[in-house]
């Protein structure tokens, strides 16, 4: 692609998938509660805040907790998936992932991630990857969750690029949609389908090798 000289990834789902963990800290925190909670309520949650997660979660039962309640719920089961991570290893990086990114770095690209999760660093780091890309903006640093582009926007001002000369890549819609909101490009990765807003759709990481 012409003019690109940066891109910007998102992280769980694209970089690696932490679905899995993420799910079994919901469950927990909603036996605990009493809520009725499986694989197609987590469904609703990619891409998705704590909070906003949270309300999806509670259902019918959000009125009866305080805010202040729902803010310790949430840190509650933060703490229960960070449990979880901790037992992460580079071994969860995906080969195709690493081969990737190392490629792209030898082309001369820029390397972000974009990130609503306010546990990206502690992820990069149990992968192998605290210190390699030259910009991290995630939920610790912004205000507004995807699909506001903040996210994106405030990876390409790390890096010193504009929207137009920077490409997100993202595999949950709500992501695409930020970027598309940002002025950004995106390539979206799915198994099956098209999403309408990505200019490319991919299946996998290493697809890039042979767009960019």
């Not at 704590?50 to 907790?65: C, F, K, N, P, T």
């Not at 305080?66 to 901790?86: D, G, M, P, R, V």
């Not at 995906?94 to 609503?116: D, N, W």
């Not at 502690?122 to 995630?138: P, V």
Request: a negative charge; proline letters at 3%.
């Amino acid at each position: 692609m012409n003019n690109i000289y940066a891109i910007i990834f998102d992280l769980d789902g694209v970089i690696c998938s932490t679905d899995r963990y993420h799910y079994l800290a919901w469950k927990a925190l909603a036996d605990r509660l009493g809520i009725p909670f499986d694989e197609q309520v987590n469904s609703q949650l990619r891409g998705v805040s704590r909070m906003e997660s949270l309300e999806i979660v509670l259902g019918e039962h959000s009125a009866d907790y305080s805010e202040e309640q729902k803010e310790a719920l949430a840190t509650e089961k933060n703490e229960i998936y960070k449990s979880y991570l901790s037992s992460m290893t580079p071994r969860d990086l995906p080969k195709e992932v690493r081969m990737t990114l190392h490629m792209l770095r030898q082309r001369g690209y820029l390397l972000a991630i974009g990130s609503s999760s306010k546990n990206t660093q502690q992820i990069l780091r149990q992968l192998g990857l605290g210190d390699f890309f030259d910009a991290i903006a995630d939920g610790t640093m912004i205000t507004k969750s995807k699909p506001d582009p903040e996210v994106f926007l405030l990876a390409a001002s790390m890096l010193g690029v504009s929207p137009e000369n920077a490409i997100v890549i993202e595999d949950a819609e709500s992501g695409v949609r930020a970027a598309k909101a940002g002025r950004f490009r995106a390539i979206g990765i799915r198994t099956e389908g098209n999403d309408p807003d990505s200019d490319i759709t991919v299946k996998n990481l290493k697809n890039l090798i042979d767009i960019l």
